[in-house]
């Protein structure tokens, strides 16, 4: 498979509401599960991080693969595997949407980087900010009404 056939894309989406359901031992393991799916198509898996509230995924996306395709099949992935974990976890729900942004691929060390900090990065900041400050970053319009269900 050739590097040359994909864009890479930077892909965000969260929690239902942003609840912070994901907590470290479920999101490690919703992470593989994600990393997992990514292995089974021709896409190719930059960097997959996020906190308790949302996931970045930094992806080589091939040009047989819809985005929308790739994030349901990501979040179906995780989802039945959350679920599996026990009757506290069988309302789990991510949000119905997510942002894109296409990133230069000599861009994506960095955003590998910026992605495996997360942690550290929503010390200071909201998920919202953080997505507020991406849209102003790469010139996108939204409208609060959709982005944040």
């Known amino acids: 498979m ?3 056939d994909h864009v ?19 999101r490690s393991e919703a992470f593989a599960r994600m990393s997992e799916e990514i292995g089974t198509t021709e896409n190719i898996l930059i960097a997959i991080g996020g906190t308790a509230d949302h996931v ?5 996306l091939s040009r047989k693969m819809t985005v929308a395709k790739l ?9 039945r595997w959350i679920i599996r974990q026990g009757a506290k ?8 949407g997510f942002s894109v942004f296409s990133v230069s691929p000599a861009d994506r060390n960095a955003l590998a980087q910026y992605i495996h900090t997360q942690g550290i990065l929503h010390c200071t900041r909201t998920f919202q900010q953080e997505m507020r400050a991406m849209y102003a970053k790469y010139d996108a319009g939204f409208d609060d009404r959709f982005v944040w269900k």
């Open 89 to 96: 976890h069988e309302g789990f729900r991510w949000q119905k």
């Open 8 to 26: 890479v894309l930077h892909v965000i989406f969260s929690t239902k509401n942003q609840r912070p359901t994901l907590m470290d031992d479920l």
């Open 71 to 79: 994030v349901d099949r990501l979040k179906t992935a995780a989802t």
């Open 2 to 4: 050739q590097v040359m």
């Open 56 to 60: 970045h995924v930094a992806v080589y």
